[in-house]
């Protein structure tokens, strides 16, 4: 049955659908990147209120502004902008459609239709998942640089931009030269202090051109921080056939795990949806449940993926049945992470640790090496890093934490040990792989990426460490390294 307004009733029983009527529904939020993460999580929690017969003032009209955007439109709106959910859930799987996405603005040069939209009165937040490496920052201190060209572009074309921030910066100029109030800017994406980040980001590029309007921003608009999570991996051909074998004929399902957090500040200048009744924590102590996440979650990402990619293993799960990748997720994450993070009133740091294991070894989800793997110059340095210069300036263990920069460097040098090829996955890997040949001879080379490193590779202890394990993956490979830190 193809997914649509009008089939929505004849879809099967077993496939939950919209009980509120979508036709009443009026937009209150723009968002920014409409990839699956989105649709599996915030979108979902908007539908679950809507469901209740609530926030139907609050429907969300999708945005973007890269030619995947535009791709990403045309399937969504063919299917009047819904959304097949499929859980996977080790007990069974299960499916419900999503209806709180009610338009799609046209991705156009110079983001003209964009503006116009986030210039609307209705529109009272503007959120955003752009992924982490979408916010131009320094990689070395996560600060915003201006010095990218798309950003020298909008600085010198403020009415016809070419970023997600430029058209924001615009429209929220508009709105006060109409003497409409602003919006809250909301980020949905895994980042440390995500709403001081876009902040930083949107004041800092109004400063570059109209400082009266920056300082406007800066007074009136709210950037809460958040903490969002849930497991999503990207639609290919077996989610495609999943969603049909379900009854449903969708041409952009989103597979997802079971389990959803949301964390937000309660900061919004011009209100929000009733967000708590439905299981989201508004909570004033969005860093701690940040830091947990971001270290034990994202951070353990990567401490898998690398080696998982290095042995061809095809999914997380598959990578958490391997004895020795397992072993050296759950010591780096409980003698080298967790002496750094605090608890939170639901969940102690071990708890968590669990947890992550538990959803890391879901073998229904089919999460790939490579999705997890992909960005590590963005994911490394916002997870991994910060965790590094802790333990080293408060002098804890950190040499499972040297050994999985060392696995990333092994896998950037793009060869895994049965011989393939890594095919590029990250947009500096031509600085990365360079570095990882080079370093195979002189391992202190990859550290000395001070744009990625910074003062990391003065400290004698680390690099050592590193410089040993990046030896031993070369002479004698991923698993009798790991094996050796295990020991140790």
Same mark, same amino acid.
């Given at each position: 049955m193809k997914l649509s307004n009008a089939t929505l009733r004849n879809l099967p029983e077993e496939v939950s659908v919209?009980?509120?009527?979508?036709?009443? =529904?009026? $937009?209150g939020?723009?968002?920014?990147? +409409?990839?699956?993460?989105h649709r599996a999580h915030q979108a979902w929690y908007l539908h679950r209120l809507m469901q209740q017969g609530k926030a139907l003032d609050w429907a969300i009209i999708g945005a973007g502004v890269r030619d995947y955007d535009s791709a990403q439109r045309d399937k969504l709106a063919a299917q009047d902008y819904l959304t097949t959910l499929i859980e =996977?859930? $080790?007990?069974?799987?299960?499916?419900? +459609?999503?209806?709180?996405?009610?338009?799609?603005?046209?991705?156009?040069?110079?983001?003209?239709?964009?503006?116009?939209q986030l210039s609307d009165p209705r529109i009272r937040i503007v959120s955003l998942t752009v992924t982490e490496g979408g916010y131009f920052l320094d990689p070395a201190d996560k600060r915003f640089s201006p010095k990218h060209p798309d950003i020298q572009y909008d600085v010198h074309n403020t009415d016809t931009p070419r970023t997600a921030f430029g058209a924001i910066v615009a429209a929220l100029k508009t709105r006060r030269a109409a003497g409409v109030g602003p919006f809250t800017c909301m980020s949905c994406d895994n980042l440390p202090g995500n709403g001081r980040i876009l902040k930083e980001v949107l004041i800092g590029l109004a400063k570059l051109s109209d400082p009266d309007l920056a300082q406007w921003i800066a007074e009136t608009v709210s950037f809460p921080n958040s903490m969002v999570d849930c497991i999503v991996p990207a639609t290919g051909p077996e989610e495609l056939a999943l969603a049909r074998d379900l009854g449903v004929d969708d041409t952009a399902p989103?597979?997802?795990?079971?389990?959803?957090?949301?964390v937000i500040e309660d900061d919004f200048c011009a209100g929000r949806p009733a967000l708590e009744e439905v299981g989201v924590t508004v909570s004033d102590r969005v860093h701690a449940y940040e830091a947990m996440k971001l270290q034990l979650l994202n951070g353990g990402h990567q401490v898998v993926a690398n080696p998982a990619e290095i042995l061809g293993l095809h999914t997380i799960a598959d990578a958490m049945q391997s004895t020795q990748i397992k072993g050296l997720f759950r010591k780096v994450a409980l003698k080298e992470i967790l002496p750094h993070i605090a608890p939170v009133p639901e969940i102690t740091p071990a708890a968590y640790v669990d947890l992550v294991d538990a959803r890391f070894s879901n073998l229904a989800m089919i999460d790939t090496v490579r999705r997890v793997a992909f960005d590590g110059s963005s994911r490394h340095t916002g997870a991994v890093l910060p965790i590094i210069r802790t333990a080293l300036a408060e002098g804890t263990p950190t040499e499972g934490l040297a050994l999985s920069q060392a696995l990333w460097a092994r896998m950037c040098q793009g060869t895994r040990e049965d011989?393939?090829?890594?095919?590029?996955?990250?947009?500096?890997?031509?600085?990365?792989?360079?570095?990882?040949?080079?370093?195979?001879?002189?391992?202190?080379?990859?550290l000395e990426q001070r744009d990625i490193y910074g003062d990391i590779a003065e400290n004698v202890g680390f690099s050592a460490a590193f410089s040993r394990f990046l030896t031993g993956l070369y002479t004698d490979g991923v698993e009798v390294t790991i094996a050796n830190y295990l020991a140790s």
């Amino acid at each position: 049955m193809k997914l649509s307004n009008a089939t929505l009733r004849n879809l099967p029983e077993e496939v939950s659908v919209p009980a509120y009527d979508r036709t009443m =529904l009026t $937009p209150g939020i723009v968002h920014i990147g +409409v990839g699956n993460f989105h649709r599996a999580h915030q979108a979902w929690y908007l539908h679950r209120l809507m469901q209740q017969g609530k926030a139907l003032d609050w429907a969300i009209i999708g945005a973007g502004v890269r030619d995947y955007d535009s791709a990403q439109r045309d399937k969504l709106a063919a299917q009047d902008y819904l959304t097949t959910l499929i859980e =996977l859930d $080790p007990s069974g799987t299960s499916a419900e +459609v999503v209806g709180a996405m009610v338009d799609y603005v046209p991705i156009e040069d110079g983001n003209r239709a964009l503006i116009h939209q986030l210039s609307d009165p209705r529109i009272r937040i503007v959120s955003l998942t752009v992924t982490e490496g979408g916010y131009f920052l320094d990689p070395a201190d996560k600060r915003f640089s201006p010095k990218h060209p798309d950003i020298q572009y909008d600085v010198h074309n403020t009415d016809t931009p070419r970023t997600a921030f430029g058209a924001i910066v615009a429209a929220l100029k508009t709105r006060r030269a109409a003497g409409v109030g602003p919006f809250t800017c909301m980020s949905c994406d895994n980042l440390p202090g995500n709403g001081r980040i876009l902040k930083e980001v949107l004041i800092g590029l109004a400063k570059l051109s109209d400082p009266d309007l920056a300082q406007w921003i800066a007074e009136t608009v709210s950037f809460p921080n958040s903490m969002v999570d849930c497991i999503v991996p990207a639609t290919g051909p077996e989610e495609l056939a999943l969603a049909r074998d379900l009854g449903v004929d969708d041409t952009a399902p989103v597979t997802h795990e079971n389990f959803r957090q949301w964390v937000i500040e309660d900061d919004f200048c011009a209100g929000r949806p009733a967000l708590e009744e439905v299981g989201v924590t508004v909570s004033d102590r969005v860093h701690a449940y940040e830091a947990m996440k971001l270290q034990l979650l994202n951070g353990g990402h990567q401490v898998v993926a690398n080696p998982a990619e290095i042995l061809g293993l095809h999914t997380i799960a598959d990578a958490m049945q391997s004895t020795q990748i397992k072993g050296l997720f759950r010591k780096v994450a409980l003698k080298e992470i967790l002496p750094h993070i605090a608890p939170v009133p639901e969940i102690t740091p071990a708890a968590y640790v669990d947890l992550v294991d538990a959803r890391f070894s879901n073998l229904a989800m089919i999460d790939t090496v490579r999705r997890v793997a992909f960005d590590g110059s963005s994911r490394h340095t916002g997870a991994v890093l910060p965790i590094i210069r802790t333990a080293l300036a408060e002098g804890t263990p950190t040499e499972g934490l040297a050994l999985s920069q060392a696995l990333w460097a092994r896998m950037c040098q793009g060869t895994r040990e049965d011989g393939s090829v890594i095919e590029p996955n990250d947009p500096v890997w031509a600085q990365l792989s360079a570095a990882a040949n080079a370093a195979k001879q002189t391992p202190k080379l990859w550290l000395e990426q001070r744009d990625i490193y910074g003062d990391i590779a003065e400290n004698v202890g680390f690099s050592a460490a590193f410089s040993r394990f990046l030896t031993g993956l070369y002479t004698d490979g991923v698993e009798v390294t790991i094996a050796n830190y295990l020991a140790s």
